[in-house]
């Protein structure tokens, strides 16, 4: 069975300083992997994913994540955080060969700090 | 905007009742997942259908069903509730293909159930 486990359920971080939000991930074969961002009351926003090649995906906002199939990790990172990143950030993993149920992880709230 | 409406918004009943939400994809996407997320369970995967067929199942009860219709659009329906089943339910819906695969899914806003 495919699990996603997000170790911090919270992060605090300054604004203007780097940000990142940690996923690892269980899963048999090479899988793909997600994350998203909701905001209070609302829905989950796609913000990258990770297919194949490159190990580093950028995606909406600035953001990016890493790809590490040795140590099963995919963590989001932002350069520069904005206050208007708080948000809850959930990373969430498909494995290739089974269809298509998406596990997500637990959650990871931000707060960035002015 | 994600493109994906849910049907209401709020929601409030009482135990034992049956309540039924609604769920429009995205213009052209054959796939409707529904997830229910609650402050003890996380984000739970409930079911899939595409083009108007099951296609996956998850953590989901023998109370709750769902359906897609031909214009693509699913309704979730949750019967006998208890008061556990107060949450956040979201429908997602993606493009294309059976398998799915690499597609992000575009979430709607969700309907808060309350159970009284």
Redesign the interface.
Known sequence: AQSVAQPEDQVNVAEGNPLTVKCTYSVSGNP?L?W?VQYP??????LL?Y?TGDNLVKGSYGFEAEFNKSQTSFHLKKPSALVSDSALY?CAV?P?AA?????????TRVLVKP | D?G?TQTPKHLITATGQRVTLRCSPRSGDL?V?WYQQSLDQ??Q?LI?Y?NGEE??K?NILERFSAQQFPDLHSELNLSSLELGDSALY?C?S?PGT?????N???????TRLTVL
Request: a positive charge.
């Open positions: 793909y997600f998203y009351n609302r829905g989950l926003q796609f994913k297919i959930f498909r290739k269809g298509n149920k998406l596990t997500f992880g637990g959650g | 994600s994906v796939s997942y996380g984000l995967f899939q595409y296609r996956a998850g979201f997602a993606s059976s398998g799915g695969g690499y992000e899914q575009f979430f709607g806003p969700g």
